[in-house]
């Protein structure tokens, strides 16, 4: 069974029983193959989808230099199909999936160390400096744990990381003794008739822990040179590559530096086309391997690449996609993929390195494309919880939708902002003269759920300081949400609250509010990128300047001359610790 995204979050292909099997390793048959598919899609109005991986390059083009192919998996693979479904993912598979765990903590181990990273950078910029290059799209491989045997298993899995990504390129194919899970946000061309799209992708940003935050790393993506250069530069390789193929003045630029957001990064992308009449082995030929993963020029970067790197890269950096009679025909660029072996499990990562790359900038970047699969996020719902006042009505209500906003925007969640406020005033029309408790859920199809009741009776009490910490790059704990399970397992029973902290020692947030310490007269809270949920209350304290930020510590803590609960429900409520504090 093949399933493909086809360049919607919701719309999906699934292709299952195929009538035939084409697959090759000798790079001699893939040019007569590929024509052959074509013939048996536009003649026999078959459907066919499949891979092709880096190493099928030289079949197109004897110019271009690979490693010899993987072992163990075809240089290319399509399966033939009579019809397909098409539909939502879980409409498609119909079925109740097993809970997969996460991969364990730290499992993902490079399989180039960081020195020999640095030592590849800076024999690239040796090339560079030289003129061979001006841009090198260097990768590496990681290696982890085999998926579950159980087909059911890795599906849910494959679920679970795309309700976190939410790409619109991705795959899940099954070939046999391997199984291929593609999340790529990258389109390699899309066909229909005459037309031809592609959507170069280059220039990555880590997403921000706050709406500030996240929209300055924005900005300066958007404004910075170096990337901008890079996505220039590939750009125009992909005008050069379509050239080749297109009818004459037809090559258009539609888009340029468009940023596009995913949970953990952003995306700098922009759009050429043409109109061509070429067949399917012309424009493999003219744009296989995608100009985003190689560099330029082409032919003298992937011997560069074939130099420096030690393995062959697979279907990494190949390309993914289905090919329909009407010559309607889209393929992925196959990044953030991951190949089941059955004992093990095998990512690869990488990023462009032009002249003022770091060494060391570098090789973080590479790392932090590798955290979609450090452990898929749990499933969850978006959560507010705002006070209601016969005085006031609804407390911060502005803010906190503004929250959730961000939120739904982050994880890809439909977020219908003026329906949720017209419902909110209409449930206020039956509130008596009471203060309430109000509670909105939002879950990742756009439905919302509204609750209230009587507000918490304990405004003052003691805590605890939890001896676990917190992983402060967790995404999750920047956002309100209904997963709790991290915040329940570290509740200090015998205290009315606990204290967090993370893995550096800093002082994080109470697990039901932030934290606010009194020093020497003046009142500081701990930044948002210690790892905390940033609070509406406490963003209004800080717009006032009631509060200032700090990165707090035990000994902080313990020189205190008072320490605060705050959060928009109870607002401040004043706590004092159970025992001696103890990290």
């Known amino acids: 069974m093949i399933l493909l995204q086809a360049g919607e979050i919701n719309l999906w292909y699934k292709y299952d029983h195929p009538q035939e099997i084409i697959q090759t390793s000798d790079l001699g048959d893939i040019?007569?193959?590929?024509?052959?598919?074509?013939?048996?899609?536009?003649e026999q109005?078959?459907?066919?989808?499949?891979?092709?991986?880096?190493?099928?390059?030289?079949?197109?083009?004897?110019?271009?230099?690979?490693?010899?192919?993987?072992?163990?998996?075809?240089?290319?693979?399509?399966?033939?199909?009579?019809?397909?479904?098409?539909?939502?993912?879980?409409?498609?598979?119909?079925?109740?999936l097993p809970f997969m765990d996460n991969f364990p903590p730290d499992s993902w181990k490079p399989l180039i160390s960081p020195q020999e990273y640095q030592d590849s950078i800076h024999e690239i910029h040796r090339y560079l400096k030289q003129g061979d290059s001006y841009q090198v799209n260097y990768t590496m491989p990681l290696?982890?744990?085999?998926?579950?045997?159980?087909?059911?298993?890795?599906?849910?899995?494959?679920q679970r990381i795309l309700q976190a990504q939410q790409c619109r390129y991705a795959s899940w194919m099954d070939i046999g003794d391997q199984q291929v899970l593609s999340f790529s946000p990258e389109l390699f061309f899309h066909q229909q008739g005459k037309k031809i799209t592609c959507r170069p992708m280059k220039g990555t940003s880590p997403r921000g822990n706050g709406p500030q935050e996240d929209r300055t790393q924005a900005n300066d993506l958007v404004h910075s040179e170096k990337d901008r250069a890079e996505n220039l530069m590939i750009?125009?390789?992909?005008?050069?590559?379509?050239?080749?193929?297109?009818?004459?003045?037809?090559?258009?630029v539609e888009e340029m530096f468009h940023l596009e957001a995913y949970p953990t990064v952003f995306q700098m992308v922009s759009q050429a086309s043409c109109e061509t009449k070429a067949s399917l082995l012309q424009i493999f030929q003219a744009l296989f391997p995608c100009?985003?993963?190689?560099?330029?020029?082409?032919?003298?970067?992937?011997?560069?690449?074939?130099?420096?790197?030690?393995?062959?890269?697979?279907?990494?950096?190949?390309?993914?996609?289905?090919?329909?009679?009407?010559?309607?025909?889209?393929?992925?660029?196959?990044?953030?993929?991951?190949?089941?072996?059955?004992?093990?499990?095998?990512?690869?990562?990488?990023?462009?390195?032009?002249?003022?790359?770091?060494?060391?900038?570098e090789y973080a970047e590479a790392l932090l494309k590798s955290r979609i699969i450090n452990g898929p996020l749990p499933e969850f719902e978006l959560l507010e919880t705002l006070l209601w006042t016969p005085e006031q009505g609804f407390f911060l209500l502005e803010e906190h939708l503004e929250r959730l906003s961000w939120s739904a925007e982050f994880f890809g969640f439909t977020f219908h902002r003026a329906q949720m406020i017209e419902d909110l005033r209409e449930l206020e029309k039956t509130f008596l003269e009471q203060a309430l408790r109000i509670r909105i859920t939002l879950n990742a199809r756009g439905e919302s759920e509204i609750q209230y009741g009587e507000l918490p009776e304990k405004n003052e009490g003691t805590f605890a300081l939890c001896p676990m910490a917190m992983d402060s790059k967790n995404p999750l704990l920047y956002h309100k949400t209904t997963w709790r399970e991290p915040y329940n397992m570290?509740?200090?029973e015998s205290a009315d609250f606990t204290l967090l902290h993370n893995e550096?020692?800093?002082?994080?947030?109470?697990?039901?509010?932030?934290?606010?310490?009194?020093?020497?007269?003046?009142?500081?809270?701990?930044?948002?990128?210690?790892?905390?949920?940033?609070?509406?209350f406490r963003q209004e304290l800080l717009k006032e300047q009631t509060i200032k930020q700090r990165v707090l510590y035990l000994e902080d803590l313990k020189a205190a001359e008072a320490v605060y609960l705050i959060n928009s429900l109870r607002r401040w409520v004043p706590v004092s610790p159970l025992e001696r504090c103890k990290l």
């Open 31 to 42: 040019p007569r193959l590929i024509e052959r598919i074509e013939s048996m899609v536009e």
């Open 45 to 96: 109005g078959l459907f066919a989808v499949g891979f092709i991986s880096y190493e099928a390059a030289p079949a197109f083009d004897s110019a271009l230099s690979c490693h010899p192919p993987m072992e163990g998996l075809p240089l290319m693979y399509f399966e033939l199909h009579g019809s397909f479904l098409q539909g939502p993912l879980h409409h498609l598979l119909d079925q109740e």
């Open 143 to 158: 290696k982890g744990p085999g998926l579950s045997s159980s087909r059911e298993a890795q599906l849910s899995f494959f």
């Open 235 to 252: 750009l125009d390789m992909i005008r050069n590559d379509l050239g080749r193929i297109a009818k004459s003045g037809s090559v258009k």
């Open 291 to 361: 100009a985003s993963i190689t560099g330029a020029p082409k032919v003298r970067t992937m011997e560069i690449i074939k130099q420096l790197e030690p393995h062959a890269r697979g279907i990494y950096t190949g390309s993914m996609g289905y090919i329909h009679p009407g010559r309607k025909r889209q393929f992925n660029v196959a990044i953030r993929r991951l190949v089941n072996w059955g004992d093990y499990s095998s990512y690869s990562v990488g990023g462009g390195v032009v002249w003022d790359s770091s060494q060391q900038g």
């Open 490 to 492: 570290r509740q200090q």
């Open 504 to 536: 550096m020692a800093e002082l994080t947030e109470f697990t039901i509010g932030n934290l606010v310490l009194q020093l020497q007269g003046k009142l500081y809270t701990p930044p948002v990128s210690s790892g905390l949920l940033p609070g509406v």
